[in-house]
């Protein structure tokens, strides 16, 4: 019993350091410009200021970073799990020349750091006239090596039987594979859209260097735009990142066990 | 004839997967080892070839060696103890305790998060002036400091920062592990009188080998690969370049002083280091983990 208490305190400790940023955040979000810079410090807004959110929302193109954002997670995550389950369905249960070879292949260009990448593919993105562009920021990472290793763990796990029963009844692979076996694979699919959804939405680095106009950067690119900006506006800052959170932490906290699970089962690989 | 038209099928199915990771990952890969034995601005059409010049020139340059050091302090400062604490926590919350959801959905939080949103957060915190952490270091009697200004903590402030970002995953990964221990194996040892740090020191520890060796090398490869938070929290690599991490270093060698063949020979270079570390780890590390039931 003893030890069940210092436990819950210790998990709490944990927890309001963890949510603390997060809390701190959303109270100068409310406060009024001048109670942000005060000493000492004031933990309450004095009165609640929600003008902040609308001034900060309309001091940069917020709207157009959501739409950007949203537009290219929701293609490059549907165009990950389709890739990744077609290319780990051939990998798992079909045979073909050079299928080892070709799996390995994929499996070393995990080894390959986006770094070494991403100076040739921002010249070939030049040289298509990609840049900044939708093409640009969704094209390159319609495939993900990663998301094809969890399909194929998952696809060699069905049992053999299910696919001969399905050709007993005149099913060839393509119509095996939409009609039964996409079906039950809801948990892989899961994993992988979880997988490609944080990564796709949190990533950085690549749509920094391919988008020059405000009009198509996505909403890390500009959030990074609005901190140079309002360098010292603390509420304004804190309230921009509320709203670029807000929308994220509900999606998560109303669909938090397929998040957890689905990045769980990704661990096993 | 079935067999040719199995074939066919098949590359059919990985033609998408394939054509994408051969245009936008292998083909750029053997580009950029061809780019690192030039010098080019990328804007002007002469690239002079200068074979391993831009490699040599690597051994010479401080910054670099700034960076690496930099990126191996920032890496050892992350990684073990960011294990050790999802540890004790998924420890903590495999123990059938009440608000397990609760507890570990908050700790997993931080992870689905955005890095430059948080980012944001973490600058407010650490403002040397206005800043929540040392009004809250004031009150238990330590004088304000300058945290990401000081070429001192700066460093140590970012570590902090990033180990809140990724501690839940760790957490996720390591309640994975530990359910997957048969409850036989504990019941076992307590028949044997084992008490709970034998047990602990025994069974849990060794058969969550696989899950920590899993752990080190996604964090390892995360933390090589740092840089949204040093973009966000310490512009131009932070005092007297103090948080400057490889990939930022390599990010300002391409994209702001546009030496495109000295950035892909430092890319490379970062990709031999983590071939070379991943191949250690596998010799050192894997031998010990075959507890696998």
């Known amino acids: 019993m003893k030890t069940k208490v210092f436990i819950h305190i210790v998990l709490f400790i944990g927890i309001i350091i963890m949510s603390f940023p997060f809390l701190w955040m959303i109270l100068t979000s409310f406060k009024p410009q001048d109670e942000v810079l005060q000493i000492p410090l004031k933990w309450l807004p004095t009165k609640f200021e929600f003008s902040n959110y609308i001034q900060a929302w309309e001091s940069a193109s917020f709207g157009r970073y959501f739409f950007n954002s949203i537009l290219v997670t929701v293609i490059t995550v549907f165009g990950q799990i389709f890739t990744s389950a077609l290319a780990g369905y051939a990998f798992a249960k079909m045979k073909f020349t050079g299928k080892n070879l070709i799996f390995y292949v994929f499996l070393g260009t995990m080894m390959i750091p986006l770094e070494v990448t991403l100076i040739p593919n921002y010249i070939l993105m030049k040289e298509l006239g990609w840049l900044n562009t939708y093409f640009g920021l969704i094209v390159p990472w319609f495939a993900s090596v990663f998301g094809i290793f969890l399909m194929r763990q998952f696809f060699k796990t069905v049992p053999q039987e299910l696919f001969e029963a399905a050709e007993m009844d005149g099913c060839g692979h393509w119509s095996y594979l939409w009609k039964i076996l996409f079906p039950i694979s809801t948990p892989v699919f899961v994993s992988v859209g979880i997988f490609s959804m944080i990564s796709t939405w949190n990533s950085f680095l690549w749509p920094l260097i391919m988008t020059n106009s405000t009009n198509m950067r996505t909403l890390p690119v500009g959030l990074t735009y609005f901190t140079l900006e309002f360098s010292t506006r603390y509420h304004l800052l804190m309230a921009a990142a509320t709203m670029a959170i807000l929308p994220v932490a509900l999606v998560y906290f109303i669909a938090q066990r397929h998040f957890i699970q689905g990045i769980a089962r990704t661990g096993l690989g | ?293």
């Open chain 2, 1 to 293: 004839m079935r067999s040719i038209k199995e074939e066919t099928l098949a590359y059919i199915f990985i033609l998408p997967a394939l054509s994408i990771i051969f245009i936008f990952h292998i083909v750029p890969a053997l580009y950029a080892l061809r780019i690192s034995l030039y010098s080019w601005d990328m804007i002007s059409s002469v690239k002079e070839f200068v074979g391993l010049k831009n490699y040599i020139l690597l051994l010479y340059d401080k910054e670099f060696w700034k960076s690496l050091f930099n990126t191996v302090y920032f890496t050892l400062g992350v990684v073990p103890l960011s294990i050790l604490i999802s540890l004790v926590i998924a420890l903590f919350l495999n123990t059938k305790i009440r608000g397990l959801s609760f507890y570990r959905s908050v700790y997993f939080l931080p992870v689905v998060t955005s890095m430059n949103a948080v980012a944001m957060v973490w600058l407010w915190i650490y403002n040397p002036d206005y800043g929540i952490l040392n009004y809250l270091l004031g009150k238990i009697g330590i004088s304000s400091q300058k945290w990401l200004l000081s070429p001192y903590l700066a460093m140590p402030a970012v570590i902090l920062m990033s180990i809140w970002k990724s501690l839940g995953y760790n957490i996720v990964i390591y309640l994975v592990g530990l359910q997957n221990i048969p409850e036989e194996y504990y019941s076992a040892a307590q028949v044997d009188g084992g008490g709970r740090f034998a047990m602990l020191k025994h069974i849990t520890v060794p058969l969550l080998m696989p899950t920590t060796f899993f752990i080190i090398t996604v964090s390892f490869i995360s933390a090589f690969h740092t840089f949204t938070q040093i973009y966000m929290l310490t512009p131009d690599g932070g005092p007297l370049k103090s948080t400057s991490l490889i990939v930022y270093y390599l990010y300002q060698n391409a994209f702001v002083f546009f030496k495109m063949g000295y950035a892909s020979a430092m890319a490379f270079v970062l990709f031999i280091i983590m071939f070379l570390f991943t191949l250690l780890q596998h010799k050192f590390l894997e031998k010990r983990i075959h507890y696998e039931i």
